[in-house]
């Protein structure tokens, strides 16, 4: 399961950082986003096997990315992990039908053009 323990903290976030992690065949980051003072702690997850980006090149939609915000403190990250765990926990056979990167179809031409 997600740990919350291998989550950075949030002055990581506080700098500007992004961690991006996965867990079995779901891809997830959170992020901090808004302006000051009024930050956010957003958190999105999709089905591998790719990254976010290649994600948002290949199928140019951002359906198959789900997001979610949050308050930027220690109780917002907590349900942001919170979100993540129930959010696989709900859609597991989702995310480990995700195919091998081999077998996945990318449409590279949108990439590199």
Known sequence: MIDEKEIMPLNFFAYGGIYSGQHYNMR??????????????????????????????????????????????NEGRQNAIEWLKNEYKMNEQYYNDAPLPVFAPINLEKIYH
Request: glycine share 6%; charged share 35%; net charge negative.
């Open 28 to 73: 997830y980051r959170l992020l901090r986003t808004g302006e000051k003072p009024d930050f956010n702690m957003e958190v999105c997850c999709w089905r591998g096997p790719y990254g976010y980006d290649a994600v948002l090149r290949d199928d140019s939609d951002s359906s198959l990315i789900k997001k979610a915000s949050f308050t930027f403190d």
